[in-house]
């Protein structure tokens, strides 16, 4: 039937040393939403990539709308009406929102750039969209959820026929996402096919009318809108059964040491009065919605920003944090939701990250590494958090996002840091390896550490921490045992004074 | 003891030297110039301070006929800017790898050479100098002008010309290289000494850059409505201020411009009066003379601790002299 | 058991930029480091007026504007480069090369003056197209790319004149290319000035050239994946910087009446100061040519100043150096600003 849009099959693609992709297949209708899941590292982002021209394929055919065609440029992908919108934000942040959108396809008159077709232009696909933004504001000043509806707004802007979206909500609000499903329904609507990729199964459930899985490279299977059911995708991606709802066995908490004490902690914008305790061996959780503060409070306690007021007390000792070295000497360590700006060096190996906030222990008294000292440490923390690369030497870049995660939590282990503060932990990695990330978490606290956990996703909440803070508009507005709380129970008060407050 | 290890030296280059020039005689004695093989030729390594202007290409100059006269090989070598006081160093150095017979050398730093000649002293290589020297005592002639008395004969001539009275300033080239410290000093010590009713306003640094002295010496003119001179210290400065002059559109006479060195646009400013004249040294003749001395060490005599190869005002009516036009270079 | 309210709402928190309403107020934020720039140089112009009789003249006016020519006209090319996010450090030996070879062609090979100045203009974009080459196709850093240009275009420059100035006293009406005087009172370097600078405001803010040199300072990846050919826009980058410094160039020859070989060395790093002085980020992205005009305005009536109070020349490089310093310290504090 003429239905059928797109049709891709026997693709492989290997670089040095690894096969990406070997033998896949999918096939997308005009109007249906497929989705695409997998893993980090199953090749559903190198495929998207042969896709939108960026890499050659090795090997296999793409058929669009009946013919084969070869797409070796981003360019042919978008005259053939492949657009792609990229997990990573793809945009040009000194330039407006509407010079951004049309990139490559001005408007010109005489030779000069007709700035103001090219703003009434896009204040049309605005409209069309229904998304609002200002087509002349500075892209860099918007919000990342405003910033993605650009790469949308741009991707649509294409009259694309085939339209791939890589973890497009992963930035975006409530309302956000719906103003998106909306736009995804309509562009069914007129014949649009879209490849949706998301880690998130109720989106999958709500939007998909196809599943297809990818693992290791290889093509899975595919399900049909009827029989899509998320355990059975879940197995597929990752191979095995994962048990989901499960709760931390309750714990008693009271008689244990206090390693953590806040009191009165406040910045000049944001936070006002943060008390909490944190006790040996416990996971405390942080839950709140966008903008209420949760990092800032862990910002704040390692000195990254400055604070105003309020005391800490490590270890019962009163101290003083003004910088995250203080922190550090203290043994507290961060690790930020953003690991490749802020938590990790891509470019080195996996030996450098793990010492790097120690190298100090590796150093002898005229300032020479031990090298040997260092990499056997090193080895003996990929043995026992089971990181996943070739050799301590290999770099970071190259591993998966939760392999990431472990080199970050391998290095703060080496560090000797008792009191771990994790923002985001999942953030990015796939089911798989969160459940590695959850037993590392627990293994940790077992260890006697005691661990911070700040997660916008509140199954992870309720599934680790034995105790739950939760904040709204920079202050906490209450603090639950895992055994009393729920989702609604913590919606409540995350939602406490947001009325007040926005 | 040290006088002992000197002679001791000088007399094994010497007698090195003396069979050397023997073979090359040997060899028919053809242009020392052409020293492909180059055993049996005398070396005499020549490490100036600079190569680009027309001063240091006119010594270069003297140099090479000296050399060929003498049927000896000279290198000439110098950093790109008289700043490069590092890698002024650094050819120092090779020049001393290179084992020669004897190495001709102008400091841009006087200090910052003792350590290498220390070392050219134990490779038993001996070191003459021109136009300024090191404080090293090893360096045992130099060729140079009299810079103090330079500077003093230039204001001797502005002051006459400006009649011995009224305000002057200075275009410098440098305030750190002994030839722009010397012809400054001696210019402004004469002036104080001699001519009472002068005042010197200004003085500023243009690096020798001619862009950059023009606008010097026009914002001077600017500053300084009754200003009656300006003295350049170097070729550049000179230019900079003739330069000024003309864009300034001032009539020839109505400032009086005293330059250093020659060069075509110096003697065309002189022909056409923006510039009343200027003082010249003898580049050639320092090119001559410092290979003169280094071969004159190298076969065993003694040349002159200081050979004072001269300066002389020159000015429209003098210009064409037999002996002015000697020492003028376009 | 369904959706989970909180996942979807709560994202990033931290390091979410507070979103900035309107344009009015972004529009001034983008200006501020040029009205900054400006008040600079009207307190600097209003300060030496009172410190001096003689500084606020019309002739004194006129010098400091020829002052400016060649160092603005370098720093025009060079912005561009700038807003790329890089650099080029061949720009100051570039300019003495390309005067050497106007001499050549004017004074040597005696063409007439329009093929002349044609060559010269033509040596300059030749070595930006170069710079270009190196730095799109083989990758090379900028920085190094045109470092060794700057290094090749000093010994070029001196090897084809024969370490000897070119004169070019027998070329007719070559001097009125920077003296003459079209407008009366402004010489004719000055107006080369301001045409290149309309020429140049009207390529970066109007042409699509412009809007990609911003594009790839700001993300060039980004601009690369949206399909423009950053390659090809990169070369034509350095080459534009290339022929502006062919004109310096010309000009420089022009107002000297001769090539001198020796010079050029330092001319670079005017230029680059007067440009960041300007406003335009050495990270990319950012920039302006108006803020280039007033930054190189800004320099030059530093030094006039300057001198006209007769300050030592050793001072007048310590003030120079702090103003710099405190144009980029404005810079970072605004970027910090837009970021928290």
């Given at each position: 039937m003429s239905t059928q849009l797109l049709k891709v099959s026997g693709i492989s693609k290997s670089f040095?040393g690894v096969q990406a992709l070997q033998d896949v297949q999918f096939e997308l209708n005009r109007g249906e939403v497929l989705t695409l899941v997998g893993e980090n590292g199953a090749g559903k982002s190198s495929l998207m990539k042969i896709l939108s021209g960026i890499y050659a394929k090795d090997a296999g055919s793409i058929v669009f709308e009946g013919t084969e065609v070869d797409i070796d440029s981003p360019?042919t992908a978008q005259e053939l009406g492949i657009s792609i919108i990229h997990q990573e934000m793809n ?34 696909l605005l409209?069309r969209l229904g998304i ?12 990342v959820a405003k910033q993605q509806m650009v790469e949308i707004a741009k991707a649509l802007s294409f009259d694309a026929k085939v339209l791939i979206m890589d973890e497009p909500t992963s930035a975006l609000t409530d309302s956000e996402t719906e103003t998106l499903f909306a736009l995804i329904a309509a562009l069914k609507q007129n014949g649009t096919g879209i490849i949706y990729i998301s880690h998130r199964m109720e989106e999958l459930r709500r939007i998909a009318d196809r599943v297809t899985v990818l693992r290791d490279g290889r093509y899975i299977g595919s399900l049909d809108k009827g029989e899509i059911d998320i355990p059975t995708v879940i197995e597929m991606m990752v191979g095995r059964h994962i048990e989901e709802g499960a709760r931390p066995e ?33 996971i405390?959780g942080?839950a709140g919605l966008m ?46 939701e953003d690991r490749k ?44 958090l089971r990181i996943k690369t070739p ?6 870049k190259n591993l998966s996002g939760g392999n990431q995660q472990k ?15 994790f923002d985001e932990p999942t953030r990015g990695i796939d089911v798989g390896a969160k459940e590695e990330i959850y037993r590392l978490l627990n293994e ?9 956990m700040i997660s916008s996703e509140l199954p992870e909440v309720l599934r680790l921490s034995?105790?739950i ?13 895992n055994e009393?709380a729920s989702q609604a129970k913590i919606m409540d008060?995350a939602t ?7 | ?330 | 058991m369904n959706a989970t309210p909180v996942t979807e709402q709560s994202t990033r928190p ?211 994946l ?115």
């Open positions: 040095p360019k945009l040009m942040p000194h330039l407006s929102v509407a010079q951004n959108i049309y990139i490559g396809r001005e408007p010109r008159t005489a030779g000069f750039v007709n700035e103001r077709r090219l703003n009434r232009q896009t204040t049309e409209k609002t933004l200002n087509p002349r504001q500075t892209v860099g000043e918007l919000t309750a714990r008693e908490h009271a008689d244990d040491d206090v390693v953590l004490k806040v009191e009165g902690l406040g910045t000049r914008y944001l936070l006002r009065d943060i008390n909490f305790e944190l006790r040996r061996g416990e405390l942080f903008g209420a503060g949760r990092t800032e409070v862990a910002r704040a306690i390692i000195g990254a920003d400055p604070s105003e007021g309020g005391t800490i007390h490590v270890q019962g000792k009163k101290v003083r944090i003004g910088q995250p070295a203080d922190a550090v000497a203290h043994g507290i360590g961060y690790l930020s700006q802020l938590g990790l060096l891509l470019e080195r190996d996996v030996n450098t990250n793990i010492l790097l906030a120690s190298l100090k222990d590796y150093t002898g008294p005229l300032g020479f590494m031990r090298t040997g000292k260092g990499k056997q440490k090193s080895k003996g923390y990929v043995e026992s050799s301590i030497n290999s770099v970071t080199v970050v939590i391998a290095k703060w282990l080496a560090r000797d840091c008792d009191i771990l503060i940790l606290v077992a260890q006697g550490k005691s661990i911070i034995h105790r803070v939760v904040m709204a508009g920079g202050r906490i507005t209450g603090i639950l045992d009393d008060y406490n004074v947001a009325d007040e407050k926005e | 003891m040290k006088t002992g290890k000197k002679v001791a030296v000088l007399a094994a280059a010497a007698a090195v030297a003396l069979s050397l020039a023997g073979c090359s005689n040997g060899g028919g004695g053809g242009a020392a110039e052409e020293s492909g093989s180059g055993d049996g030729d005398i070396t005499i390594a020549l490490v100036s301070k600079g190569f680009q202007h027309q001063f240091w290409q006119a010594v270069k100059q003297g140099a090479e006929q000296r050399a060929e006269e003498l049927g000896v090989t000279v290198t000439f070598d110098g950093p790109a800017a008289e700043t490069e006081i590092d890698g002024q160093l650094q050819m120092l150095q090779a020049a001393i790898d290179k084992k020669p017979d004897a190495i001709g050398f102008a400091a841009l730093d006087p200090e910052a050479c003792i350590p290498l000649y220390e070392s050219a002293e134990s490779a038993g290589i001996p070191i003459v100098e021109f136009d300024a020297g090191c404080s090293s005592e090893y360096g045992q002639s130099i060729a140079k002008t009299d810079s103090m008395g330079a500077g003093a004969l230039a204001a001797d001539h502005m002051a006459e010309l400006i009649g011995g009275k009224g305000e002057v300033a200075i275009v410098g080239h440098s305030q750190i290289n002994s030839t722009g410290v010397e012809r400054r000093d001696g210019f402004i010590e004469q002036m104080e000494a001699e001519y009472p009713d002068i005042e010197i306003v200004d003085t500023q640094y243009g690096d020798g850059d001619h862009l950059k002295s023009a606008d010097i010496a026009k914002t001077m003119i600017q500053a300084h409505p009754d200003l009656k001179g300006i003295y350049g210290t170097n070729e550049g400065s000179a230019i900079g201020v003739v330069n000024a002059v003309g864009e300034l559109g001032l009539e020839p006479g109505e400032l009086t411009v005293v330059g250093f060195d020659s060069g075509k646009a110096q003697i065309d400013a002189i022909t056409n009066g923006i510039m009343a004249g200027a003082i010249t040294q003898n580049p050639i003749g320092i090119g001559e003379e410092v290979v003169q001395a280094a071969y004159d060490i190298i076969n065993g005599e003694t040349p002159e601790e200081v050979i004072d190869t001269g300066y002389y005002w020159f000015d429209k009516d003098n210009m064409d002299d037999e002996e002015i036009a000697a020492v003028l270079y376009e | 931290g390091v979410t930029p507070p979103e900035k309403q309107g344009t009015a107020l972004s529009f001034l934020r983008a200006k501020l480091q040029q009205s900054l720039a400006f008040g600079t140089l009207i307190v600097l112009v209003i300060f030496f007026s009172i410190a001096s009789n003689n500084f606020f003249s019309w002739s004194n006016i006129s010098s400091i504007l020829l002052a400016t020519a060649v160092i603005g006209i370098l720093a025009l090319g060079t912005t561009f480069v700038i807003i790329t996010g890089g650099i080029d450090l061949s720009i100051g030996t570039g300019m003495t090369l390309a005067a050497v070879m106007t001499g050549i062609f004017l004074v040597n090979m005696e063409l007439p003056l329009i093929v002349g100045v044609l060559g010269g203009l033509a040596t300059g974009a030749l070595m930006g197209l170069i710079n270009g080459l190196n730095i799109a196709v083989l990758k090379l850093p900028p920085f190094i790319a045109t470092l060794a240009m700057m290094m090749i275009a000093q010994g070029l420059a001196l090897v084809i004149s024969g370490v000897r100035p070119i004169y070019f006293s027998g070329v007719e009406g070559f001097k009125t290319i920077a003296l003459g005087t079209l407008i009366p009172g402004l010489p004719n370097a000055v107006l080369i000035l301001f045409l290149l600078a309309i020429v140049a405001y009207l390529l970066l803010s109007k042409t699509i050239f412009g809007r990609y040199t911003f594009a790839i300072g700001s993300n060039e990846e980004a601009t690369r949206s399909g423009v050919n950053t390659r090809k826009w990169l070369i034509t980058v350095y080459t534009v910087a290339g022929l502006f410094t062919g004109f310096a160039g010309v000009v420089i020859a022009a107002r000297l009446d001769s090539a001198q070989p020796q010079i050029g060395v330092g001319y670079e790093l005017q230029a680059i100061a007067a440009v960041i002085i300007g406003g335009t980020s050495l990270l990319g992205g950012r920039g302006s040519i108006m803020g280039t005009v007033i930054g190189a305005l800004i320099m030059s009536v530093l030094i006039n100043g300057l001198r006209i109070m007769s300050i030592q020349t050793e001072w007048q490089n310590v003030v120079v150096g702090v103003v710099i310093l405190i144009a980029v310290f404005t810079d970072t504090l605004r970027q910090r600003r837009s970021i928290t």
